[in-house]
């Protein structure tokens, strides 16, 4: 599926992944391949994702690795969007 992270400045990522976990106000959940269409506000937290990234060197130090091996973008509030497998999150 394909994710696209963008902020107020720039397009942080986009490329293909395998999962995508966001920090929902409701609470934390997983999108995988051939999810519900969904929308949702997000909190402060971590966006998690899985997958073999190739993330633009100027964007790089935004991101950092977490323990399982996902990559890990930190927010502090935005909304997602999720529609025939593609992820748009819009990330403050």
Known sequence: MHLEIVSPEATLFSGEVTSVTVPGVDG?????????PIVSLLQE???KIAGNLEIEE????????????????KITSGTVELKNN???VLAD
């Open 58 to 73: 100027e964007f790089r130090s935004r991101f950092s690795k977490g323990s399982d091996g996902k990559t890990v973008l």
């Open 28 to 36: 934390e959940f997983q999108m995988f391949q051939d999810h519900a």
């Open 45 to 47: 937290g971590s966006v």
């Open 86 to 88: 593609k992820i748009i």
